[in-house]
């Protein structure tokens, strides 16, 4: 059983188009994550939502909206994609942000957006 | 600004050799450290976290240690193996950052027959 799954794996769409990449966890998490990779390799964070609530909004274009329609699934939908935009993004999810509670955060496989 | 700084950037060693990977970091608040690996076009698999109120942590040929006087965190990996062969990323989460993982750039590590 997969614990965090993004569809789809991979993405290949030309500039100006509006895209989006779903993600659910099956964990029983409260709260999820959005990170980015770039072509350096290098992980950063955009978004997070803890029990569907926006709790972290990164300094992010604001082409990017997430969505969170219940506490099992985080979308991003990307308006007018540009170039830049290619990256691999990963969505994850840890148990919740309480004090006292671990952070440990799982991640999903990834989905490798190719902006043409 | 918190810097997670991941040395060496890369590592070849033999078959059955210690890997050491270490991390550093410059925010003394930290509420915990995971180490992942990450296998080239594929996500990243959690190998430990450290809370901030513990030295250690161990996972079979893993252990991962925490010193926060110093701000450096270090992964040994015993008798290493061809499997092994990754990159390996270390993230802090600060006390103040609801959950939100700062990533070191990792160590490519490959391990020869």
């Known amino acids: 059983d997969t614990a965090v799954s993004q569809t789809p794996k991979y993405l290949v769409t030309q500039m100006g188009n509006d895209k989006s990449i779903k993600c659910e966890q099956n964990?029983?998490?409260?709260?999820m994550y959005w990170y980015k990779q770039d072509s350096k390799k290098f992980l950063k964070i955009m978004f997070s939502y803890n029990n569907k609530e926006l709790i972290i909004n990164e300094t992010v274009p604001n082409r990017f909206s997430p969505k969170s329609p219940d506490k099992a699934h985080l979308n991003l939908h990307i308006n007018s994609l540009e170039l830049g935009d290619s990256a691999v993004y990963f969505c994850?999810?840890?148990?919740?942000?309480?004090?006292?509670?671990?952070?440990?955060?799982?991640f999903g496989p990834g989905t490798r957006l190719t902006v043409t | 600004k918190q810097e997670v700084t991941q040395i060496p950037a890369a590592l070849s060693v033999p078959e059955g050799e210690n890997l050491v990977l270490n991390c550093s970091f410059t925010d003394s608040a930290i509420y915990n450290l995971q180490w992942f690996r990450q296998d080239p076009g594929k996500g990243l698999t959690s190998l430990l976290l450290?809370?901030?109120?513990?030295r250690e942590q161990t996972s079979g040929r893993l252990n991962a240690s925490l010193d926060k006087s110093s701000g450096r965190s270090t992964l040994y990996i015993a008798a290493s193996q061809p499997g092994d062969s990754a990159t390996y990323l270390c993230a802090f989460c600060s006390t103040d950052s609801w959950g939100k993982l700062q990533f070191g750039a990792g160590t490519q590590v490959v391990v020869t027959p």
């Open positions: 450290i809370q901030s109120s513990q």
């Open positions: 994850a999810s840890s148990l919740g942000t309480g004090q006292g509670i671990p952070y440990e955060q799982y």
């Open positions: 964990l029983g998490h409260d709260t």
